[in-house]
């Protein structure tokens, strides 16, 4: 039996910036989904259990063999497929024995693994890579299909525990469905660290990482969706409850020193008209002033203790913060001719004919390697076209999938102010608050923003551009998001008025933007 255990783990980097303190967890058998913002330690706790980082107090215990794939892999391209999938020794073996060899070593090397190769090729056709010899170079395979060879090579290892963070980024939609079926199908203990949807709708429980802290919540992301949503109508009637009860506390204080007020110009008053002995006058006066501040303490206490539940209520509350956009003059007509592409040849991929009117939002579809990228630069005039002509007649703006288009050293309203020159220091900022960037966030340095954040950063430099566009390029802008992020694009590009052409694999992102029309770019076609 397997078993994943975290008991009091604290971690921080060596900059002083802590990532857990007093984290403890258990990995429920079956297959566990990792969710959580950019930046909230889902990566690090997966290397916490792989045991690439070592906790700085704590315990980290997994029983079991263990097989980890970190979202980023460099490969040594002169590797043979043989060699990532560890079998280039069991096959070299076999072929000494195949042409005679009666070595001891030969048969040791070998063990109970005489069916590696056809077990090798069995798992590569499974992920779609059945073409891939077992003898071919790495330098030789695509982006994504070396991330199945890397996801072939942990599923072959038959691990009790698999790790997995990001599994699904840089894979097309084929690619994908074969990725998904196989975790469907893994008999074992299984977590994933994943941005993707569809993925996480095929695990048995889901593990939120926020504030340094991971809950779980039984079932697929559906059913974590429908659980935090329960969760926050509660946290929102609790939050109504206690900001009712700080105004009566207030109305309450107030009134008490109403009252204590009256006291004190009373006995004032009878003080002044000396109707009492002085003696008499002034043990009352002591009295009074000592059950006034016991009176006004009561009173300042139950009011800290109604803030303090408010506090604690409104912390429940999740910041659900949504990006706003109002660009009218983003709007397109329906209609007008927004992009034409004339028989247009790419320096790769195949030959394309589009016509794209009014606020039309076409989804760029096919698979890795066919030439989607290459096309879009084509359209913005970043790669002139071999054959054929572009024709735009709207301001179109591009946003790569690399976010590599910001100035590091610039903060974030020097970055806008690049792309809007005519526009004040104040507009700017006005506008980027609509993009969660208000006060001093605005004036953080580019290089210093988490992924969430520069994806934000460069929309809002996208979209704040002068003149406005009305035709926006997007490639795979859902890679390396997290899920709020996810969605704030969304809402934003829900809110958009201009056409829209988007490179992506992500189903449900394409259909939440409202997608009209899908061009396949098919690396088959000439």
Known sequence: MSSVVLSDVSFAWPDGTVVF??????????????????????????????????????????TGSLEYLPQHVTLDA????????????VRAALRAIEAGSVDVAQFTAVGDDWDAEERARAELDRLGLAHVSLDRHIGQLSGGESVLLLLGARFLARPDVLLLDEPTNNLDRDARERLYAAVEAWPGRIV?????????????????????????????????????????????????????????????????????????????????????P??????????????AGKHRNLHLDRLGGAQDRLTAA?????????????????????GRTVLTLDRVRPVFGPVTDLIVRGPERIALVGPNGAGKTTLLRTIVGELAPLA????????????????????????????????????????????????????????????????????????????????PPQLLLLDEPT????????????????????ALIVASH??????????????????NES
């Open 21 to 62: 303190d007093g984290l403890s967890l258990a990995v429920a058998a079956g297959r566990s989904g990792l969710i959580g913002l950019n930046g909230s330690g889902k990566s690090t706790l997966l290397r916490l259990i792989a045991g690439e980082l070592q906790p700085a107090r704590g315990s980290v215990t997994v």
């Open 506 to 523: 992500d189903r449900p992102f394409l259909e939440e933007i409202g997608i009209t029309r899908r061009l396949v770019i098919d690396r």
């Open 78 to 89: 002169s590797l043979r497929v043989d060699e990532v999938l560890g079998i280039a020794g």
């Open 278 to 291: 002085k003696m008499i006058m002034n043990a009352r006066k002591r009295a009074a002033q000592v059950s």
């Open 192 to 276: 994933l660290v994943s941005h993707d949807r569809e993925l996480l709708e095929r695990v048995d429980q889901i593990g939120e990482l926020r504030g340094g802290d991971l809950r779980w919540y039984g079932g697929t992301f559906t059913d974590y969706e429908d659980a935090v949503a329960r969760q926050q109508e509660v946290a929102e009637r609790i939050v109504r409850s206690a900001e009712s009860d700080v105004r009566r506390q207030k109305r309450d204080l107030a009134a008490a020193r109403v009252t204590l007020d009256r006291r004190v110009r009373y006995g004032q008053k009878m003080y002044d008209t000396k109707r009492e």
């Open 388 to 467: 054929g002509t572009v024709g735009a007649s709207v301001p179109v703006r591009f946003l790569p999938q690399r976010l590599d288009r910001l100035d590091d050293a610039l903060t974030v309203v020097e970055n806008v102010g690049r792309a809007a020159p005519t526009a004040t220091d104040l507009q700017i900022r006005s506008r980027l608050a609509r993009f969660l960037f208000r006060g001093t966030r605005a004036d953080q340095p580019a290089g210093t923003l988490s992924g969430g954040e520069r994806f934000r950063a460069s929309l809002a430099a996208l979209l704040l551009a002068e003149p």
């Open 314 to 334: 409104e912390e429940a509350i999740r910041d659900d913060n949504e990006i706003t956009v109002d660009l009218p003059a983003t709007s397109v007509p329906a």
């Open 479 to 498: 890679n390396n998001l997290d899920l709020a992020s996810v969605r704030q694009l969304a809402s934003a590009l829900t809110a958009y008025r201009g």
